[in-house]
């Protein structure tokens, strides 16, 4: 059985930084993409980054690009996301997902992934 976990989120200033993390169990990691996906109340559910599962290629929106960064680590089937600078727009929910579909053209599409965790709070105020 697959089972995503997120942790990391909370409450933090405008400026501020947080790292979310995620453990993936049940599946061979290494073969998976990852990505982190949020959600804010009455918005639809936004890719915000992905990663190929070698950790070579990565995609991020461009609502944070140059703020957040992707990482996994592969032997501990955990997916990281560093978020600096973060913004109150940035207040979501967060989800992690794993997926077998990889676009070179870039984008992180949530029907592109099939597990899903319960996802993390995110809270960035002003």
């Known amino acids: 059985q697959v089972q995503v976990v997120e942790s990391g989120g909370g409450l933090v200033q405008a400026g501020g930084s947080l790292r979310l993390s995620c453990t993936a169990s049940?599946?061979?990691?290494?073969?998976?993409?990852m990505g982190w996906f949020r959600q804010a109340p009455g918005k639809e559910r936004e890719g915000v980054s992905c990663?190929?599962?070698?950790?070579?290629?990565?995609y991020y929106a461009d609502s944070v690009k140059g703020r957040f960064t992707i990482s996994r680590d592969n032997a501990k089937n955990t997916l990281y996301l560093q978020m600096n600078s973060l913004k109150p727009d940035d207040t979501a929910m967060y989800y992690c997902?794993?997926?077998?579909?990889?676009?070179?053209?870039?984008?992180?599409?949530?029907?592109?992934?099939?597990?899903w965790g319960q996802g993390t709070q995110v809270t960035v105020s002003s």
């Open positions: 997902a794993a997926g077998l579909v990889w676009r070179d053209g870039g984008g992180c599409f949530a029907r592109d992934y099939q597990s």
């Open positions: 049940g599946l061979t990691f290494d073969h998976y993409a």
């Open positions: 990663i190929r599962w070698g950790g070579s290629r990565t």
